[in-house]
C-alpha cells in the first residue's frame, strides 16, 4: 500500500499558532491508555517508549483513563501499518497487529526527537519543556516490503567479542539474549522485522542460546537462516559429524530428515518463523554427495520436496508458511536449469556481494504468488577482497539496486547483510528506510536524505555542515573503500601467497592522484574539528563513532599506504590510537566492538606501497551528469560514482555529451560505467558513436569471479576504451543502451600511445 503522509502541522514547541494539541506540560508526566491483552511486542514498545519519553521530559508517562495518548488496534490497517492521528484532544495510535501498534509508539518517540540510534549510537535526545501536536495530524504508514531485516553475518572481529567479553560476559562465543535485545529493539526502531542470526564457526548457534527465541518472540522479530541453514538450522554449530555421520543427503538421508525434524518440533508452538529450503554443504559450499550437474539437480529436488512434506508434518500447510529459497552461486545454475521450487515459496536474489544485484523476477516469476525477495550485502568476507571495517557503500548505489529490485516485484523479503549494525548505521538506516516506503527516497533526493539523517543526529547546525563533509567521504571511498586501500587480493593460490593473501606492493596512483587523494581527506579532518563545536557535548561519544573514527581512520589507512615511511607509521599509529579511543568511549561500553584489522589482512599492517600509475593526464574528461542532450527516461543518481551524480540510461535510452580538442589526431577515449549486471540473465550492452558515426558495441556481462569483475568491484568502476580518430574542434560523444538499465558516470580522452 502506498503511504499515505498527510501532515497538516507537527511541533515540539509552543511557537507555532498550529501546534494546538499539547501532550506534555513541562510539569506532568505524559499519559497513556493501552488495551490489556495486547501481543507482548506492544509492552516491548511501551517500556522503550516511556524511557525515551523519560530521557525528553525527565518525567516517565503514566497510564491513565483519560490519557494524553491511546493506544489500539486497527485489523482493518494493512499488515504492520498505523496510524497517527488527533481526535478530541487526544493522539490516537492504531496499530494493525502487535508490531504496527509497536511502530506507531516509536514514531511518536521519533516525534518527540528520539533517534532510532538512541541507544547503539549513544545519540542522547533533547530535553523537552513542551510537546505539542496539530489539531488536524494525521500519519498513516505501512510497508512496501513484508519483510524486512537483517543478517548478522562474519561477527567474528566485532559483534561477537564485544557480546561475550564485555557487554553480557558468558561463554566464548555466545552472542547473548542481551545483546540479541537490543538488537531487536534496534530494528523496531527501524520498523524492521526480520532477523538471520549469526552463524559463523566459534559462534554458539542462535536456538542454543538459552532465551534468545523467547526474546525475538516477545519483540515480534521474525526468525530466518541464511541461504546454507536450511529450516532454522545452523550446520556450522548443530551438526556434529561425529555423532550424524556426513551431512550428505544422498548417503545419509534419514539423519539429515531427523535432525530438521528436530527443530520443526522445537518451534511448532511458536509463531514468527521464516523457513529456508533447500540445501547446501556445511557452511557455504556445494551439496555433499552429488557429482554431475544432473545429480545435483535431482539430489536438491528431492531435498525440496521432501521439506515440503516435513513442514507439513510438523508445522502446517506449507502454502500458508513463511518459505524461502536462495538461488545462490551453483544453486542459481540449479534453478535455471529446471529446478521445481513450489510457486508460494520466495525466490530470495542475491547481488555479487559487493552491491551490484546479479539476477531479478522476469514477467513469469513476478507472478509468483510467494513474491522474491533480495539479500544485500553492506559488509562483505571474501574474493576479491573483505570489507569488514567500515561501512562504505555508496548510498546512490544502494538506491539504484534497491529501487531496481523493488520495480521487479521484490517486495516480499530484504534482507541486508551487516557484521555490526552499529558501525552500518546510515546505510543500514538507507536500506531499511527504503524497505519501509520505498518512495521515502528518489535519485534525485538523496543529498537530503543524508542531510536529514545527520541533522536528526547531531542537530540542525552541525548537521549541515556535515553533510559535504560526508558527500565528499562517500565519493572518495566510492573510489577506494579503505579496505581496498592495499590494491591486494584475498583466496588466492595458498602455494603462491601466504594463507592466500597478496601482499601490499604497489598501488594503481601517480603521485598527483595520490596527493590529490591525501589532501582531500585533510581537508575532511579540519572540516569535522569545525563541525565538532556545533554538536552538543554529550554527543561527543556519538559523533566519534559515527562520524570522526569513520573519517580519521580512512585518512590514516590511506596516509598509511599512500605516504613515506615516517608518516606512514604515524598513521598506522594512528589507527591504533583511535581504536583504543572508540574501545573507551561512554566509559567502555563498546569495548571489544571495533576491530581495525579483520582477519588480519596485509592492508591494516604496518605496510606502505610504491606509487605506480603511468602518470598520463587525460587531455579532457568529464561526467555524464554534465550532459548537453538526454532521453526523456534518463535519471540522475545522487552520490554514486567519481561524479557523484551517476545517470541510469533504460533500455533504448541516450545520452550526448560534448567536448572539444585543440589538435587533430588519434585518441583513447575511455568510457566509465558502474559495474552493475544484467539483472534478467541476458545481455547488459551499450553503444557509444562519436559525432554521428556508428556504434561500437561493449558488454558489462562478467562471469563472476573473473579477473575483470574482480577489478570493477575494487574500483566500484568498469571501463571500456574505444581508439578514435578527431578532427581539432568540437565533438560530441553519445552513449545509447542496448539493454538496461546501464549506468555512465564519465568519460576520459588520451592521445593514443605509439
Same mark, same amino acid.
Given at each position: ?50 524511557? %525515551? ?37 487526544? $493522539? ?30 549513544? @545519540? ?22 513484508? =519483510?524486512?531485516?537483517? =543478517?548478522?553475518? &562474519? ?19 555466545? $552472542? ?11 530494528? #523496531? /526502531?527501524?520498523?524492521?522485522?526480520? $532477523? ?26 521474525? $526468525?530466518? +537462516? ?17 555423532? /550424524? ?46 557429482? +554431475? ?10 531435498? @525440496? %520436496? ?11 500447510? !506449507? ?5 524461502? =529459497? ?51 550485502? #553492506? ?18 548505489? @544502494?538506491?539504484?539496486?534497491? /529501487?531496481?529490485?523493488? %520495480? ?18 546510515? &546505510? ?74 597478496? !601482499? ?13 587523494? #591525501? ?16 554538536? /552538543? ?16 581512520? +580512512? ?97 533504448? %535510452? ?16 575511455? +568510457? ?5 549486471? !544484467? ?10 558513436? @562519436? ?12 562471469? =563472476? ?50
Amino acid at each position: 500500500m502506498k503511504k499515505l503522509i498527510t501532515i497538516f502541522c507537527i511541533l515540539l514547541t509552543s511557537s507555532s499558532a498550529f501546534a494546538d494539541v499539547t501532550w506534555f506540560d513541562g510539569k506532568h508526566p505524559v499519559t497513556y491508555e493501552m488495551p490489556s491483552g495486547v501481543e507482548p511486542v506492544v509492552r516491548v514498545a511501551l517500556e522503550m517508549w516511556k524511557e %525515551d519519553m523519560l530521557q525528553v521530559t525527565g518525567l516517565r508517562p503514566v497510564a491513565s483513563n483519560r490519557a494524553a495518548i491511546r493506544i489500539v488496534q486497527n485489523a482493518a490497517l494493512p499488515a504492520d501499518g498505523f496510524r497517527l492521528s488527533v481526535k478530541d484532544g487526544r $493522539i490516537i495510535i492504531e496499530g494493525s497487529n502487535g508490531r504496527g501498534m509497536a511502530y506507531g509508539l516509536l514514531e511518536l518517540s521519533r516525534m518527540a526527537g528520539v533517534s532510532p540510534w538512541v541507544w547503539w549510537g549513544d @545519540i542522547v535526545p533533547e530535553k523537552k519543556h513542551r510537546l505539542t501536536i496539530g489539531r488536524d495530524f494525521v500519519l498513516e504508514q505501512s510497508p512496501s516490503v513484508a =519483510f524486512r531485516g537483517i =543478517f548478522l553475518n &562474519d561477527e567474528d572481529w566485532s559483534l561477537r567479542p564485544w557480546s561475550c567479553q564485555h557487554f553480557e560476559p558468558g561463554p566464548s562465543g555466545m $552472542i547473548g539474549p542481551k545483546t540479541y535485545q537490543k538488537i531487536f529493539q534496534l530494528l #523496531l /526502531r527501524l520498523r524492521a522485522n526480520t $532477523i538471520w542470526p549469526a552463524m559463523h564457526p566459534g559462534t554458539t548457534a542462535f536456538f542454543q542460546v538459552p532465551g534468545a527465541k523467547a526474546m525475538a518472540d516477545s519483540c515480534g522479530i521474525i $526468525i530466518g +537462516t541464511s541461504h546454507c541453514e536450511p529450516l532454522l538450522r545452523n550446520n556450522v554449530g548443530e551438526w556434529d559429524a561425529a555423532k /550424524r555421520g556426513a551431512f550428505n543427503y544422498r548417503t545419509n538421508r534419514a539423519t539429515v530428515q531427523q535432525y530438521w525434524t528436530e527443530r520443526l518440533q522445537e518451534v511448532s508452538t511458536s509463531r514468527d518463523n521464516m523457513f529456508t529450503i533447500g540445501m547446501r554443504g556445511i557452511h557455504d559450499s556445494s551439496m555433499e554427495g552429488y557429482h +554431475t550437474e544432473q545429480e545435483k539437480l535431482e539430489g536438491l529436488q528431492q531435498v @525440496i %520436496d521432501d521439506q515440503q512434506q516435513l513442514l507439513q508434518q510438523y508445522i502446517g500447510n !506449507p502454502q500458508q508458511l513463511a518459505q524461502v =529459497f536462495v538461488p545462490y552461486k551453483e544453486v542459481l545454475q540449479l534453478y535455471e536449469h529446471g529446478l521445481k521450487v513450489p510457486d508460494y515459496v520466495t525466490l530470495l536474489w542475491c547481488d555479487d556481494n559487493y552491491g551490484y544485484m546479479t539476477r531479478l523476477s522476469d514477467p513469469q516469476e513476478q507472478q509468483r504468488s510467494g513474491g522474491a525477495g533480495i539479500y544485500y550485502h #553492506l559488509s562483505y568476507w571474501g574474493r576479491p577482497h573483505d570489507y569488514l571495517w567500515l561501512t562504505t557503500t555508496q548510498p546512490g548505489l @544502494i538506491y539504484h539496486e534497491l /529501487r531496481q529490485a523493488y %520495480d521487479h516485484h521484490a517486495r516480499r523479503l530484504w534482507i541486508a547483510n551487516v557484521h555490526d549494525p552499529k558501525v552500518a548505521a546510515y &546505510d543500514l538506516e538507507l536500506f531499511l528506510d527504503m524497505a519501509w516506503n520505498i518512495d521515502c527516497v528518489t535519485g534525485e533526493t538523496l543529498t537530503s536524505h543524508l542531510q536529514q539523517w545527520l541533522c536528526r543526529q547531531f542537530g540542525e547546525q552541525a548537521g549541515k555542515r556535515l553533510f559535504p563533509v560526508m558527500h565528499d567521504f562517500y565519493r572518495l571511498c566510492g573510489e577506494r573503500r579503505p579496505e581496498f586501500m592495499g590494491w591486494t587480493q584475498v583466496e588466492l593460490d595458498k602455494k603462491k601467497y601466504p594463507r592466500g593473501l597478496s !601482499p601490499v606492493d604497489s598501488v594503481a596512483l601517480n603521485e598527483r592522484q595520490a596527493a590529490d587523494r #591525501l589532501a582531500a581527506f585533510q581537508r575532511m579532518k579540519a572540516d569535522i574539528e569545525r563541525c565538532k563545536a556545533y554538536v /552538543r557535548q554529550e554527543l561527543h561519544d556519538a559523533y566519534f563513532a559515527a562520524i570522526e573514527y569513520p573519517i580519521l581512520a +580512512t585518512a590514516a589507512i590511506n596516509r598509511k599506504i599512500l605516504s613515506d615511511s615516517a608518516e606512514s607509521h604515524r598513521a598506522y599509529e594512528e589507527i591504533q590510537a583511535l581504536t583504543r579511543q572508540y574501545h573507551a568511549m561512554q566509559d567502555g561500553k563498546w569495548s571489544g566492538l571495533m576491530d581495525a584489522a579483520p582477519r588480519r589482512l596485509p592492508v591494516f599492517d604496518d605496510v606502505r606501497a610504491r606509487l605506480s600509475g603511468d602518470g598520463q593526464e587525460p587531455l579532457v574528461q568529464g561526467f555524464a551528469c554534465d550532459y548537453v542532450s538526454a532521453s526523456e527516461g534518463v535519471a540522475m543518481i545522487q552520490m554514486l560514482g567519481r561524479s557523484m551524480h551517476a545517470m541510469a540510461l533504460s533500455k533504448g %535510452d541516450t545520452l550526448t555529451v560534448q567536448f572539444e580538442v585543440s589538435q587533430p589526431g588519434d585518441y583513447v577515449l575511455t +568510457t566509465c560505467l558502474i559495474p552493475t549486471h !544484467p539483472i534478467d540473465g541476458g545481455d547488459l550492452r551499450y553503444g557509444v558513436s @562519436i559525432d554521428g558515426d556508428r556504434d561500437t558495441v561493449y558488454s558489462l556481462k562478467e562471469p =563472476f569471479r573473473s579477473e575483470r569483475w574482480k577489478q570493477n568491484v575494487l574500483n566500484g568502476l568498469t571501463e571500456r576504451e574505444t581508439k578514435v580518430r578527431l578532427s581539432a574542434g568540437k565533438h560530441q560523444l553519445t552513449i545509447r543502451a542496448l539493454d538496461g538499465p546501464i549506468v555512465v558516470d564519465g568519460w576520459q580522452l588520451r592521445q593514443l600511445r605509439i
